[in-house]
């Protein structure tokens, strides 16, 4: 949309953060990137935004987190995006105000990129009761706050068929607001070349003659990504007899240290490298022979998008958002239940014998996942909020004077 003057209307973005470091962040980066290519005025409201944005033409709305927390941190953000979509929207009622699920109702556009009501707390047996206190606060206060956002906004953006259909049957959202629109893929993430894969190696300290199974995640106090179930399977004596290969997990939080204590009493640490968070995982796919994501809810997983453009087959669960982009002939490689480790055996055997039949498969898959950039799904999104009329300023005033009302 445009003014009067034929400018183009400002775009606000609240997200946690505008980097390439993180799966949520590198899409609202990518959108954002687009804006301002398009010379679209843009404010950026986050906790943590690159220098690429903070030295460039971008609208910057830094947002601190008050004594590292995150909860005091969502509230801080939601405070200062609801007060920059108000500024803006009193100079430009068809502003467009953009919101990742909970963190700020947008009466515009909210972008789903989890669902909090289909995500269900893994926690250990052994787990604390008062974390397991705290966490059944910070779900149902995540679940309280998307619910409220979603419901509030005229258009959702889902990132998988799996997320829209959980926003339409769990979060009760008209069905003709909600559009799929598949996270895009960067042009330079291509296959992996024989030399990547070698330097890679060396940087890793990695058997080059050996198989690597890779594990990327975040590693919090609970399972949800499934580390535990992929552990069980790679650390089970008779599969090691028939499949002796080496463990990269890659991830940051919390849960690192406990992990790294786990793998040390197992006496399995010489064929495992946990080395935590990383901003290489390009480098982390490229010494990899195959990606494994038992995750219990994922509503996409780019990070198995990302191996595939790479050219690394993967395993995922089928519930993954990601999974729906698979080809029939690669349903194998869909693990059906998280917590089945037989099954996840398996699935590891039937790649372990027919390698290179798997990769080839992959390959094909992996070109047509690098077809659909980032560029494009951003075009795709600006596409679907033109296609319906921003608010008026009257209309973003009483969805806040609604909010004020609800919330006492």
């Known amino acids: 949309m445009r003014t009067r003057t034929g400018k183009a209307q400002p775009w606000v973005i ?35 935004i690159s220098d690429e944005f903070r030295q460039g033409p971008a609208t910057i709305h830094l947002v601190p987190r008050p004594l590292n927390s995150y909860l005091l941190g969502e509230q801080a953000l939601d405070f200062q995006g609801r007060w920059v979509a108000r500024e803006v929207k009193s100079e430009f009622p068809n502003a467009i105000i953009v919101a990742n699920g909970g963190n700020c109702p947008s009466p515009d556009v909210n972008w789903v990129h989890s669902v909090h009501h289909a995500w269900p707390s893994v926690l250990p047996e052994n787990t604390p009761a008062w974390f397991r206190a705290k966490e059944g606060f910070t779900k149902g206060r995540s679940r309280h706050r998307e619910l409220r956002a979603v419901r509030k906004a005229r258009l959702v953006v889902a990132n998988s068929e799996r997320t829209r259909r959980d926003v339409i049957e769990l979060l009760k959202a008209d069905p003709s607001r909600v559009v799929k629109i598949y996270l895009g893929a960067d042009p330079e993430w291509t296959e992996v070349t024989p030399e990547e894969k070698l330097q890679a190696r060396a940087w890793l300290k990695l058997d080059a003659s050996r198989k690597v199974i890779t594990f990327v995640g975040a590693l919090g106090h609970d399972q949800n990504k499934g580390l535990d179930t992929l552990w069980a399977a790679w650390s089970d004596p008779e599969f090691r007899k028939q499949c002796d290969c080496d463990l990269v997990i ?9 992990w790294r204590a786990r793998i040390e009493a197992s006496g399995l640490a010489s064929r495992v490298r946990l080395i935590g968070f990383s901003d290489r995982i390009r480098d982390v796919l490229a010494a990899s022979d195959l990606l494994v994501s038992p995750a219990h809810y994922e509503a996409f997983g780019l990070n198995v998008h990302e191996a595939i453009c790479r050219g690394v087959p993967a395993i995922v669960t089928a519930t993954a958002g990601i999974a729906e ?3 029939a002939e690669l ?9 089945d480790r037989p099954a996840l055996v398996s699935l590891l055997l039937r790649w372990k014998f027919q390698p290179e039949t798997v990769r080839q498969d992959f390959l094909t898959l992996g070109r047509c996942l ?11 999104i600006v596409d679907a909020v033109h296609d319906y009329v921003g608010s008026s300023e009257t209309e973003f005033e009483e969805a806040e004077a609604s909010e004020v009302h609800s919330s006492k």
Request: proline content about 3%.
């Open 331 to 339: 349903a194998h490689m869909l693990l059906h239940d998280a917590s």
């Open 370 to 380: 690098r077809a659909h950039t980032w560029k494009q799904m951003a075009q795709e």
């Open 250 to 258: 890659a991830g940051g939080g919390r849960g690192v240290s406990a």
């Open 325 to 327: 982009l698979y080809p």
């Open 14 to 48: 609240v997200a946690g953060g505008f980097h390439d470091l993180g799966g949520m962040d590198k899409a609202n980066s990518a959108l954002a990137r687009y804006l301002l290519e398009q010379n679209v005025p843009t404010h950026l409201v986050a906790h943590r």
